[in-house]
């Protein structure tokens, strides 16, 4: 039976995920986010960009590793530290956002198959590395995932704020590079603050089940 019931439970998130998605894409379809109000929008952000301040975007764009990765590791070790089994389940907690969002941005480039702006539109002036397809940004929905769940773990104004520009700092960078349109990147928010959500609330019902075993 309780089998039964997480079952019924996992298929209710996913059906959640897939109408959100479709609505989502509507969304962009519907109210402004045409192909031309992208393009026109990246080129007034990546064509017409001032160039002298590329060096600092390509470090904000190359920070997302580093801090993503680095923020689990380091609260979890302080858990380690201070024997404190709180910091440690938070900095799991990071560690399985960061996993959720990897596996539905890595799902959706390949479902939505979007080619790169600079692919498209040559005049795009190509300022970064980009891997696979272009929807969502990829940078983006990791660096919104790691900021909403440090967000969640430490709900502090000194952690929300730096979390949040540093973020949306992110996700601007790779329109100024030029490997993401302006869609990519907000999709990429909405499924990095989704990942975190979702990762946070299936750690509360897990949680919770646990409890009421004990």
Same mark, same amino acid.
């Given at each position: 039976?309780?089998?039964? @019931?997480?079952?019924?439970?996992?298929?209710?998130? &996913? +059906?959640?995920?897939?109408? &959100?998605?479709?609505?989502?894409? *509507? !969304?962009?379809?519907?109210?402004?986010?045409?192909?031309?109000?992208?393009?026109?929008? *990246?080129?007034?952000? &990546?064509?017409?960009?001032?160039?002298?301040?590329?060096?600092?975007?390509?470090?904000?764009? +190359?920070?997302?590793?580093?801090?993503?990765?680095?923020?689990?590791?380091?609260?979890?070790?302080?858990?380690?530290?201070?024997?404190?089994?709180?910091?440690?389940? @938070?900095?799991?907690?990071?560690? $399985?956002?960061?996993?959720?969002?990897?596996?539905?941005?890595?799902?959706?480039?390949?479902?939505?198959?979007?080619?790169?702006?600079?692919?498209?539109?040559?005049?795009?002036?190509?300022?970064? $590395?980009?891997?696979?397809?272009?929807?969502?940004?990829? +940078?983006?929905?990791?660096?919104?995932?790691?900021?909403?769940?440090?967000?969640?773990?430490?709900?502090?104004?000194?952690?929300?704020?730096?979390?949040?520009?540093?973020?949306?700092?992110?996700?601007?960078?790779?329109?100024?590079?030029?490997? +993401?349109?302006?869609?990519?990147?907000?999709?990429?928010?909405?499924?990095?603050?989704?990942?975190?959500?979702?990762?946070?609330?299936?750690?509360?019902?897990?949680?919770?089940?646990? !409890?009421?075993?004990?």
């Amino acid at each position: 039976m309780k089998l039964y @019931k997480q079952l019924i439970f996992r298929e209710k998130i &996913n +059906h959640l995920l897939i109408i &959100n998605f479709i609505l989502f894409s *509507l !969304c962009i379809n519907q109210f402004g986010f045409s192909q031309n109000a992208d393009i026109n929008l *990246l080129k007034s952000i &990546n064509v017409d960009r001032n160039k002298s301040l590329d060096p600092t975007f390509k470090v904000i764009t +190359h920070s997302l590793t580093p801090i993503s990765i680095g923020a689990p590791l380091v609260v979890f070790s302080a858990g380690l530290i201070q024997k404190d089994s709180t910091l440690k389940n @938070k900095g799991i907690f990071l560690a $399985e956002t960061f996993v959720v969002n990897g596996f539905i941005t890595t799902a959706l480039k390949f479902s939505v198959n979007r080619d790169r702006p600079f692919v498209t539109y040559p005049f795009i002036d190509k300022q970064a $590395e980009a891997g696979s397809h272009s929807f969502p940004s990829g +940078h983006t929905s990791a660096s919104f995932a790691t900021a909403t769940s440090l967000s969640l773990a430490f709900p502090k104004w000194y952690v929300i704020a730096p979390s949040f520009l540093w973020a949306s700092s992110v996700g601007y960078s790779r329109m100024h590079l030029g490997v +993401h349109y302006p869609s990519d990147v907000l999709a990429g928010a909405f499924v990095g603050a989704g990942s975190a959500f979702l990762s946070y609330k299936l750690n509360q019902w897990i949680t919770g089940k646990y !409890c009421k075993k004990k």
